[in-house]
């Protein structure tokens, strides 16, 4: 069984340009979330996909976006960089019923914007 | 909207010593508690999962309870070791299927 895998694992853009992140799913998992975290603090709700629909989103901008690919691998995509953007960019995949089972997550891309 | 806040922000303890982190939630109305275990700019490894109808779960040296009604959660661990030093945050489900998590604790075991 292969964990959650992300990548890039660091990555540094200067502000206005576009980022692309990407996330494998823990295997049997249809169901990914990404998450930022911002140094010291938790990580924040961005979405979630499931069956490659987004299932649910908290309170981010439409600049990010995301897709979810048959294989259930997913992206985060943010255009428009911004300094604030600065963060630990987690993703975590799980089987639809969140009340019942866990979320597995990956080790983070640390993205720095300049 | 849910808050759930953590405290002490940080602790320090000597190897050996039992600790208690906590963890307060706004909205009681939650699906389940997880306890997450995260080290310098790594991902989370959850810890302990306890569903909003449980009062507590136990995994090795950690205990985890729940007390839903006075939106509580406490993660005890005993006999502390330095491989114990990272930030334990806790999250919980309520409503959508997302997590909301504290600010965390950082935890540091002094040998």
């Known amino acids: 069984e292969t964990g959650v895998t992300q990548s890039p694992t660091h990555l540094i853009k200067t502000r206005g340009q576009q980022v692309t992140l990407r996330c494998s799913s823990q295997?049997?998992?249809?169901?990914v979330s990404w998450y930022q975290q911002a140094l010291g603090q938790g990580p924040q709700f961005i979405f979630q996909?499931?069956?490659?629909?987004?299932?649910g989103r908290g309170n981010f901008p439409p600049r990010f976006s995301g897709l979810q690919f048959p294989n259930y691998s997913s992206e985060l995509n943010v255009n428009a960089l911004e300094l604030d953007d600065s963060a630990l960019y987690l993703c975590?995949?799980?089987?639809?019923?969140?009340?019942?089972?866990?979320?597995?997550f990956g080790p983070g891309t640390r993205l720095t914007v300049l | 909207k849910q808050e759930v806040t953590q405290i002490p922000a940080a602790l320090s303890v000597p190897e050996g010593e039992n600790l208690v982190l906590n963890c307060s939630f706004t909205?009681?109305?939650?699906?389940?508690l997880q306890w997450f275990r995260q080290d310098p700019g790594k991902g989370l490894t959850s810890l302990l999962l306890?569903?909003?109808?449980?009062r507590e779960q136990t995994s090795g040296r950690l205990n985890a309870s729940l007390d839903k009604s006075s939106g509580r959660s406490t993660l005890y661990i005993a006999a502390s070791q330095p491989g114990d030093s990272a930030t334990y945050l806790c999250?919980?489900?309520?409503?959508?299927?997302?997590?909301?998590f504290g600010t965390g604790t950082r935890l540091t075991v002094i040998p």
């Open positions: 975590a995949s799980s089987l639809p019923n969140l009340n019942a089972d866990t979320q597995y």
């Open positions: 909205d009681s109305a939650i699906y389940n």
């Open positions: 295997s049997g998992h249809n169901t």
């Open positions: 999250a919980v489900i309520s409503g959508a299927n997302n997590l909301f």
């Open positions: 996909y499931y069956r490659e629909e987004e299932n």
């Open positions: 306890i569903q909003s109808s449980q």
